[in-house]
């Protein structure tokens, strides 16, 4: 590939990736997956990978540093520490993939990802009910109450940061059914694009006639 190809493709814009794109796959699943890894090169999918893989590390440290602060709920720290762990093995086993050669290795390494996801998921789950089920009762301001240990108390990192966690997995899994949306758009404009006839206007036939047609017509 010249300087000058390589120069185009960089200056494409996304409009015409997404028509390349529908025309070099085979179906809507590999459509899909083009477009993602062409709306993931960016800066913002950058900082999305970076994130996805400190915030576990963090989850796991306020965990563990505040494991036994939080009476209205004990089960909150441990949420914090189990889904970090697993948020980390996930982000490990995903990274790898990506640079690994043998496919091989990287069917082993998606079948290992399966369990943790799983795993994930039911400590998701019941996260909602430990987090949103002492929403009404917790209290992140005051350790004690009355000379006494509260036992509504809940460190304010610990609830928040968990609280977050689980608001953010909503929060992106909107934003993915959004881009799903923005992609069946896409999707359906360029297929019409491709399908839609060209109309030949007016000025079109006039200038497809072959000279002299007018007045080989006015002779007949």
Known sequence: M??????????????????????????????FITMVSITSVTIIGTCCIITAAVIPFVAVVIGIIKFDQCPANSMIPVYLIVVGVLGMISSFLSMTQQV????????????????????????????????FGAYAKVDTSHKLKAGTANPNFCDPWVYWFAFALIVSVYAFLFLACFLCCVLVFALGRTTHEEETPIVDTEANKESKQPPGGEASTSKE
């Open 100 to 131: 690994m050669d043998d496919e091989k290795k990287k069917k082993c390494l998606g079948c290992l990802q399966c369990p943790v996801s799983f795993i994930w998921l039911g400590f998701f789950i019941a996260g909602n009910f430990w987090v």
């Open 2 to 31: 010249s300087g000058g190809d390589v120069e185009d493709d960089d200056n494409k814009g996304f409009w015409d990736r997404a028509r390349e794109a529908k025309r070099n796959s085979d179906g809507i699943v590999s459509y």
